[in-house]
C-alpha cells in the first residue's frame, strides 16, 4: 500500500545519535514498521526483509566508525597513528626525530719517546686530528662512531695532555710517555648522495634514500655554494657556522684568542653568526616512503644580464658575495616566478648532499667496545677505546612522546620570556658551538637579564666559559630573546669578570667502625659514597650542600657504626695528619689572585662560618660547589 497524501506530510524521526550496528538496527525496524505497516510485516529474524536491514545496519556501523575515526585522527590529541601524530605536530612547529643517535665520550692515547734529559718529546705527538674519526664496535663492526671534536696531543695546541708516569728502561731511565685526550663521538656514519638538477621545480623535493638519517652536515652546488637547512622555508635568517680551519685568526679548535691555559682544553670548533640568505631547504621523513627528504622554496634569482654582481642580501646571501651573474647557474628564467621569500629552487646544477646515519637504540654499546679505528691518519699512532658505555640511542619516538613534546613546543613560541626559558635555550645550543655545563639566568631591574655559565673541561671539571662559546650563545639567543631583553654574561675581555664561580674544597671524615668490619674495605666504602655525593652532575648553581644527608649516606654502610667528624675544607696546616700545606684556592672572592693558592682552583669560601644546621650554602655571588679532584681531596680513617 502506497503513502497517503496525509501521510507523506508526517515527518519522519530519525535519530542521529545511533551509531552502532544493534541501535541502527532498531531504528530501522521501528522506521519500517511506522512508516511502511501494510508493505512489509515479517521481521522475522530469518527473512529476506530482516537480512536488508542488517546489511543496512552493518553499513552504517562501517561508515560511523570510520567518521569517527577521521575525525578522532584529526585532533593531536586522539590521534593514533603515528604518521597523522607526526603531521599534526608538523602544524605546530614541531620537527619529530626519526631516530636518535648514542654519544659517547671516548678516550684516545698515543705514546711518545722522551727527550735525552728525560723529559717528554712532543713534536712526535700527533696534532690536529679533525672530527669525523670513524670508530667501530668490537662486538658489532656494523655500529660506527665519529669523533666530533678535535684530538690534539701537542703542547703547545691545547695545553698539555695528560700524561702517564714514564716507562722505565733498563738503566732506569725514562723510555716513553702514555699521553691522553679525551673526545666526544656520536654514533652514525658520514654518507654523500648527489642529485642532477635541470629545470627549476616549485618546492622541489629530493629523496635521500635512507630511513635513519640523525644529521645532514652541508649541502653544496656545483658552483660551491653552500645552502643552508632552516626549520621553516620563511625562516628569514640563518645560522651559519664557521669551522677554524676556515678562520685565519684561529689555528685550533682549542685556540679561544683571549683564553688561558685552564680554558683551552674546551674544544670550541665552530663559530656561530646570523646571516640573511635564500639558499635553503628543509628535511623531513616521509611516512609513506620510510625515508628522508629534502624540499626546497619556490623561487629564482632576479637579475639583469649586465654582469654585475648580485647583491648579497637581497637575492643570494652573505655567502655569494662578489660571484658573478655569469657563474651563477640557473638564475635566467621566471617561469616560476621570483617570490624568494620561501627561498631559492636550485635548476641547472648538481646538489650534493653530506649526511650522517645512524641512531638507534642497538647504538647504545657498553664500556670497552669502541676499539677498532677504521680511518686512522697516515702516520698517525693512535689507541681509543670508551670507558663508559655510549648513552641516548632510541629508535625514534612513540606516539604519546610526540604528542607531549609538540604541546610543549608550542607552548614555548621559539621565544624566551621567562629565566627558565633562557636556561633552557643556553643549555641546548648546538653541541659544535659549545658546551655549556652550568647555567644561571637571574633578571635584574631595567630587564637585564644575568647570565651566569660555566663549562667542562676534556677531564669533566668545571672552568669559566671561554669568550668565544659566551658569543656564541649570545648569536644563538638572539632568534629567541625579546626585543627589550639584554643579556649580560658577566665576562669582559678588558676586566677580570667571572661568569659563574666555582668554589672547590676537599673532604675529611673520621669514622667509627665496627670491629668485625675490614677498616680499608670501609674507608673505601666512605670515599665512594662521598664521590658519589658529590658528583659534579648533581651540582648546580645556587645549590646547598646538606651534610646531614650525606652523614645519613655514611651511616648505612656496612661496618659504620658512627661518625666522629665530617667536615668540607679549603686549607689544611701543617699539623695536619692528612695534607700539610693545602690551600685549595686560587681566587679571592674579588677576583684576585691568592698567593699560596693551588692552581686550577676556584674561589676563596669560608666554609666554617658558612654551615648552618649542617647546612652550607653558597656566595650570594652565583657560584657552583665541585670537588674538583675527589681522589686527592678526600682524607679520612676508620677508627
Known amino acids: 500500500m502506497a503513502y497517503t497524501d496525509k501521510q507523506k506530510l508526517i515527518e519522519t524521526n530519525v535519530n542521529y545519535t545511533s551509531k552502532d550496528f544493534s541501535t541502527i538496527k532498531a531504528d530501522l525496524i521501528e522506521y519500517t514498521k511506522a512508516y511502511f505497516p501494510d508493505t512489509y510485516k515479517d521481521f522475522n529474524e530469518t527473512s529476506p526483509g530482516m537480512m536488508l536491514i542488517e546489511l543496512s545496519s552493518y553499513v552504517g556501523d562501517v561508515l560511523s566508525y570510520y567518521i569517527d575515526y577521521n575525525y578522532k585522527e584529526n585532533l593531536l590529541a586522539t590521534a593514533t597513528e603515528k604518521r597523522n601524530v607526526r603531521r599534526l605536530s608538523e602544524f605546530l612547529g614541531y620537527k619529530v626525530p626519526n631516530k636518535t643517535p648514542s654519544v659517547v665520550r671516548l678516550k684516545v692515547t698515543t705514546t711518545i719517546d722522551a727527550n735525552a734529559d728525560g723529559t717528554p718529546n712532543y713534536g712526535q705527538a700527533p696534532s690536529s686530528i679533525d672530527s669525523g674519526l670513524q670508530i667501530a664496535s668490537n662486538v658489532d663492526s656494523q655500529i660506527l662512531f665519529e669523533t666530533t671534536g678535535e684530538i690534539d696531543f701537542t703542547s703547545s695546541g691545547s695545553g698539555d695532555p695528560a700524561i702517564s708516569a714514564p716507562t722505565l728502561d733498563s738503566n732506569g731511565e725514562a723510555e716513553s710517555y702514555t699521553l691522553t685526550r679525551y673526545v666526544r663521538a656520536v654514533s652514525g656514519k658520514t654518507k654523500s648522495k648527489s642529485f642532477t638538477i635541470t629545470s627549476p621545480s616549485k618546492f622541489l623535493e629530493l629523496d635521500l634514500g635512507d630511513d635513519n638519517v640523525v644529521e645532514i652536515l652541508s649541502c653544496t652546488d656545483s658552483s660551491a655554494l653552500t645552502w643552508y637547512e632552516v626549520d621553516y622555508l620563511a625562516q628569514e635568517k640563518v645560522l651559519k657556522q664557521t669551522h677554524y680551519s676556515d678562520d685565519t685568526t684561529r689555528d685550533s679548535a682549542y685556540d679561544q684568542g683571549d683564553a688561558t691555559d685552564s680554558l683551552s682544553t674546551i674544544p670550541v670548533p665552530y663559530v656561530a653568526e646570523y646571516i640573511k640568505t635564500n639558499k635553503k ?138 629565566k627558565e626559558d633562557y636556561t633552557a635555550r643556553i643549555q641546548n645550543i648546538p653541541i659544535k658551538f659549545g658546551s655549556i655545563a652550568k647555567s644561571f639566568v637571574e633578571r635584574l631591574d631595567g630587564g637585564t637579564l644575568l647570565v651566569s655559565t660555566l663549562s667542562y673541561n676534556q677531564d669533566k671539571q668545571l672552568v669559566q666559559t671561554p669568550q668565544l662559546i659566551l658569543q656564541n650563545v649570545a648569536t644563538y639567543l638572539n632568534q629567541f630573546r625579546m626585543i627589550n631583553d639584554q643579556v649580560d654574561f658577566g665576562f669582559n675581555l678588558n676586566e677580570t669578570l667571572f661568569s659563574g664561580y666555582i668554589i672547590n674544597f676537599g673532604v675529611r671524615f673520621e669514622v667509627n667502625g665496627d670491629r668485625r668490619s675490614n677498616p680499608t674495605e670501609v674507608k673505601l666504602n666512605v670515599i665512594q659514597t662521598i664521590k658519589d655525593f658529590f658528583k659534579v652532575e648533581r651540582m648546580q648553581f645556587k645549590q646547598s650542600i646538606n651534610l646531614n644527608d650525606l652523614q645519613y649516606n655514611i651511616l648505612g654502610l656496612d661496618g659504620v657504626i658512627g661518625i666522629k667528624e665530617l667536615s668540607l675544607f679549603q686549607s689544611r696546616g701543617p699539623d695536619s695528619d692528612y695534607a700539610a700545606n693545602r690551600n685549595m684556592a686560587s681566587f679571592q672572592g674579588d677576583g684576585d689572585s691568592i698567593s699560596g693558592g693551588e692552581s686550577g682552583y676556584g674561589f676563596q669560601y669560608n666554609f666554617t662560618n658558612a654551615i648552618v644546621d649542617g647546612v652550607i650554602r653558597p656566595s650570594v655571588t652565583p657560584s657552583v660547589f665541585e670537588l674538583k679532584n675527589p681522589n686527592q681531596d678526600i682524607y679520612g680513617k676508620v677508627i
Open 281 to 418: 631547504f628543509i628535511s623531513k621523513f616521509d611516512e609513506d616512503t620510510q625515508t628522508y627528504k629534502v624540499c626546497f622554496g619556490n623561487g629564482l634569482f632576479r637579475f639583469s644580464n649586465s654582469g654585475s654582481n648580485v647583491d648579497p642580501v637581497e637575492q643570494a646571501g652573505v655567502t655569494i658575495n662578489g660571484t658573478n651573474i655569469a657563474d651563477i647557474p640557473g638564475a635566467i628564467g621566471s617561469t616560476i616566478g621570483n617570490n624568494l621569500n620561501l627561498g631559492e629552487t636550485p635548476a641547472n646544477t648538481i646538489m650534493t648532499f653530506s649526511y650522517r646515519v645512524g641512531g638507534g637504540a642497538t647504538s647504545n654499546v657498553q664500556a670497552g667496545e669502541l676499539t677498532t679505528i677504521n680511518n686512522a691518519p697516515d702516520g698517525v699512532t693512535i689507541s681509543v677505546t670508551n670507558d663508559e658505555p655510549s648513552v641516548g640511542g632510541t629508535d625514534g619516538q612513540t606516539v604519546d612522546e610526540i604528542r607531549h613534546n609538540a604541546g610543549a613546543f608550542f607552548a614555548t613560541q621559539l621565544r624566551c620570556v621567562t
